[in-house]
């Protein structure tokens, strides 16, 4: 059984989950059915060896790309309250290089206000926090805010692998506006056929759900789920309007200035945020 020869490594939020879809159709890329495996960033996982890992790549069937879409691999979370809460691992650029140092890695990027904002609101609806709560109350939590810490993640990757083994993508100019050339991109990188066209492209892969469903699915998921079977055109409904305040969104963009500053010379391509 061949090793893996490339994992899509992050951000969270930033369209690993279409680029998983899309890829996993290519004819010469295999990945396993579960999106993200998770083995190297969570100790529970890890700690069951790396021959578990080696096990989940079994379907392999001679594709020529082989890998893995855990997009939290590209977080080094700062906090050791965190590590110990979440049990995440704190270097995981060196546990994947040690077993694996030629890999190909593939980092999709997306504004960084964006994403925190969307991590927010994924954890409201996985109910990790009330649709009330203020940002700035829970972003030191689940990497909200660190994640978008590109040029210090990043600069932990590069410890280990050198810049030729990444490609970046960036999520506003690629996945959303230009997605078959950057796929195209994607399989060059990777030494797959670039003609591959994969199907369903315009899909939405974990689309939004509406502000009110956020509500009713915090305080009674089984009466959310009940009514909006029934009254399926409100699902979509953004009232009460769950939004971040202008000085919310202004604290993020100064945070974010300053956490990524140098971080398009750090990895060599133009950024547009």
């Known amino acids: 059984m061949p090793d893996p020869n490339f994992m899509v490594i992050g951000a969270q939020k930033g369209g690993t989950s279409w680029m998983a879809d899309m890829m996993r ?30 096990s989940l790549f079994d379907g392999h069937n001679g594709e020529k790309a082989i890998g893995e879409f855990t997009p939290n691999y590209l977080w080094s979370c700062p906090n050791q309250d965190e590590i110990s809460r979440l049990g995440v691992i704190p270097n995981i650029p060196k546990l994947i290089h040690d077993q694996f140092p030629d890999l190909k890695l593939i980092v999709s990027l997306r504004n960084p206000v964006d994403r925190a904002i969307s991590a927010f609101m994924h954890f409201i609806r996985a109910r990790s926090y ?31 692998y050198p810049l030729e083994q990444f490609h970046f993508v960036v999520y506003e100019e690629g996945i959303r506006k230009n997605k078959l050339e950057t796929l195209q991109g994607v399989f060059r990188f990777l030494e797959v056929d670039d003609s591959f066209v994969p199907e369903n492209m315009d899909a939405r892969v974990n689309a939004r759900r509406g502000h009110l469903f956020l509500y009713m699915n915090y305080f009674s998921p089984l009466l959310a789920r009940a009514f909006f ?21 202004s604290r993020l963009k100064s945070h974010y200035e300053s956490e990524n500053k140098g971080l398009s010379e750090l990895i060599q391509m133009p950024l547009p945020w």
């Open 229 to 249: 079977k029934v009254f399926q055109p409100l699902k979509d409904v953004d009232y009460p309007l769950i939004k971040l305040t202008a000085e919310e969104k």
């Open 25 to 54: 159709q290519h004819p010469d890329i295999y990945g396993p059915p579960k999106k993200e495996l998770h083995f190297f960033n969570l100790e529970e996982n890890y700690r069951r060896g790396i021959d578990a890992y080696r």
């Open 130 to 160: 009330a649709p009330f709560k203020r940002i700035h109350e829970v972003g030191h939590t689940n990497g909200i805010i660190t994640m978008g810490h590109y040029r210090s993640n990043i600069s932990e990757w590069l410890k280990y």
